[in-house]
């Protein structure tokens, strides 16, 4: 499991922050957990929704951003990162294969 435990490393060093948190999903909606419990339960499935939409869209703009926001989008289309650095990729030449 150490390429898993690792695995921040493939990502830029900027990004490394926000990716050792210990739990991003439960952060997001402890606002919502919080409010239910004040009010014991939304009522109906809809209600809840509604209010689990409306607390999460306040919340956001608290949100901290993420640092390197240009580097989202060389992540996003496969770059290979080592250690934090981005590894150019080399050029390589077509191989001709023999007929």
Known sequence: DLDVLLAFYDY???????????????????TVRHRTRVTKGPGSRAAGLAMA???????QARWRAVNAPHLVALVRAG????????VERPTTTPVNQAA
């Open 12 to 30: 830029p060093a900027e990004h490394w922050v926000h990716l050792r948190t210990t739990n991003p999903i439960e952060s997001t909606f402890a």
């Open 79 to 86: 770059a290979v990162f080592e250690a934090g650095q981005l």
């Open 53 to 59: 939409f409306k607390l999460i869209e306040a919340a």
